[in-house]
């Protein structure tokens, strides 16, 4: 068996953080205090961006992240479940009545890359940022892969993201950068 890479989590550190996300959902649903589990194991406590991704049926329910890591993961990851669930200006909160059909999925996230285009992205790997003025958009690295996008189609999509024209990465003006997450997810259904 290969040993994970340093930013790697383990199955423990990822089954872990599917727990956290979801009784930290559980809670916020019934009142109670958020679980604040210190110390937290492993590599948990390092400053890493994350998003939390909920799905019912394989259909999208609320997703929040931060690209950054200016907490540790497990805090991150915390947050970012109580903003999928009850914040996603897209959704309506999830209620109690959910929660056994949620899915919860969480991308642990690596620093930013600078890069200058499609020829600096692999597909499944990557996920990207543009940035062109005051727009940003950001699509995380399954996004391209669910939809078969070639890297320079999924500029063009993050670009339209940021409420942007395709084809806006070209602009001398536009800032890509490039991050990798590692992606795990609940069974269906939790």
């Not at 609320?62 to 907490?71: K, R």
């Not at 391209?144 to 999924?154: D, I, L, M, Q, V």
């Amino acid at each position: 068996m290969t040993e994970p890479s340093s930013d790697e989590l383990t199955g423990e550190e990822q089954r872990w953080l599917l727990d956290l996300a979801r009784s930290t959902i559980a809670a916020r649903l019934s009142d109670r205090p958020l679980p604040d589990p210190q110390p937290a194991p492993g590599r948990l406590t390092d400053r890493r961006g994350a998003f939390v991704t909920l799905t019912v049926n394989g259909r999208l329910r609320g997703c929040i992240g931060h690209v950054t890591g200016t907490e540790a993961l497990w805090r991150s990851v915390r947050s970012n479940a109580v903003n999928a669930a009850f914040h996603d200006p897209r959704f309506p909160p999830v209620d109690a009545g959910e929660l056994s059909e949620i899915t919860v999925e969480v991308s642990a996230l690596t620093p930013l890359v600078t890069i200058e285009g499609p020829d600096d992205i692999v597909i499944g790997r990557d996920g990207l940022i543009i940035e062109r003025g005051p727009n940003r958009g950001l699509l995380l690295p399954q996004v391209a892969t669910r939809y078969g996008w070639s890297p320079a189609e999924f500029l063009d999509q993050t670009c339209r993201k940021a409420g942007l024209a395709a084809g806006c990465w070209r602009s001398s003006d536009a800032r890509i950068a490039r991050f990798s997450a590692q992606v795990f997810a609940e069974p269906d259904g939790g």
